[in-house]
């Protein structure tokens, strides 16, 4: 399993936009509709909102990917 570690700059980021930062999507565009295929999990439960807040220690993943908001 890929491992990636995100530092948080602000209060929370968008599950969408998270998965652009860290390079997984193209656009927040594309992020939705990865989000809306249901194969995102946020701490282990599916995660269905395209805009769900992600806050510091919360651990996203997407595939093999792991994604740990620091």
């Given at each position: 399993?890929?491992?990636?570690?995100?530092?948080?700059?602000?209060?929370?980021?968008?599950?969408?936009?998270?998965?652009?930062?860290?390079?997984?999507?193209?656009?927040?565009?594309?992020?939705?509709?990865?989000?809306?295929?249901?194969?995102?999990?946020?701490?282990?439960?599916?995660?269905l909102?395209?805009?769900?807040?992600?806050?510091?220690?919360?651990?996203?993943?997407?595939?093999?990917?792991?994604?740990?908001?620091?």
């Amino acid at each position: 399993m890929q491992k990636i570690v995100f530092d948080l700059t602000s209060e929370f980021v968008e599950v969408n936009q998270l998965l652009k930062l860290v390079g997984l999507v193209d656009s927040g565009g594309a992020g939705k509709n990865v989000v809306a295929s249901g194969v995102v999990s946020v701490d282990g439960k599916q995660e269905l909102r395209k805009t769900a807040k992600i806050r510091s220690g919360q651990t996203v993943t997407l595939g093999d990917v792991q994604i740990r908001v620091q």
